[in-house]
């Protein structure tokens, strides 16, 4: 399985600091996604970072990608209470379908 | 801005009976996923669809499963007879490049 796999599983922060999450897979990808839950609700593309990139910035947002290493970091920078969400990472080796985390649950505390 | 549409929101139904989800994809989009969520746990991929076949499918899919681009415009996920672990969120996705995720139908099988 190339799944990928979030870590911390968990983080909670205040309002206005920085969130990290990483994200580990097992086999080469041709992209990797990371997208948002807000509980009970459907899944919104955050950034897309393909193989060949390093680094992706949207807004507060920042991608790393480490292909050497088959990891990937969410930064979220400056939190806002509607931060407050589920964040997954998504790998792709094909057109075909996505393998997804079990995602990283951010709580940031006004 | 263009997005996927699921209907219904949620689905009660009794286990042992069909059940169709409907969704209705961004219209100059050419590959058609679904994707299920169990309660807690990971996204996990069912099906992938591109030029009216099923391209890829995971071991969830099943012979109870099956897709249909009935008139070029909605893509629907029959599940011939539910049973109770068939429960989950059911999210439906298409792309031209980034996948685009529809906000799911809940269905409970009781």
């Known amino acids: 399985s190339q799944q990928g796999e979030e870590d911390p599983q968990a983080l909670s922060i205040q309002e206005g600091e920085n969130a990290t999450m990483n994200c580990s897979y097992k086999?080469?990808?041709?992209?990797l996604q990371w997208y948002r839950q807000n509980s009970g609700r459907g899944l919104v593309h955050l950034i897309l970072?393909?193989?060949?990139?390093r680094e992706k910035h949207s807004g507060r947002l920042r991608v790393t990608l480490d292909t050497s290493k088959k990891s990937s970091s969410l930064l979220i920078t400056a939190s806002r209470a509607a931060d407050t969400a589920s964040y997954f990472c998504?790998?792709?080796?094909?057109?075909?379908?996505?393998?997804f985390g079990a995602g990283t649950t951010v709580t940031v505390r006004a | 801005e263009p997005e996927v549409t699921q209907t219904p929101s949620h689905q009660v139904t009794q286990m042992g009976q069909e059940v169709i989800l409907r969704c209705v994809p961004i219209?100059?989009?050419?590959?058609f996923y679904w994707y299920r969520q169990i309660l807690g746990q990971k996204v996990e991929f069912l099906v992938s669809?591109?030029?009216?076949?099923?391209?890829?499918k995971s071991e969830i899919f099943d012979d109870q499963f099956s897709v249909e681009r009935p008139d070029g415009s909605n893509f629907t996920l029959k599940i011939r007879s539910t049973k109770l672990e068939d429960s989950a969120m059911y999210f439906c996705?298409?792309?031209?490049?980034?996948?685009?995720f529809g906000s799911g139908t809940r269905l409970t099988v009781v």
């Open positions: 996705a298409s792309s031209a490049d980034i996948p685009f």
């Open positions: 086999t080469s990808i041709n992209n």
């Open positions: 970072i393909r193989s060949n990139e």
């Open positions: 998504a790998t792709d080796f094909n057109d075909y379908k996505l393998s």
């Open positions: 219209s100059n989009h050419l590959y």
């Open positions: 669809f591109y030029n009216n076949e099923i391209s890829e």
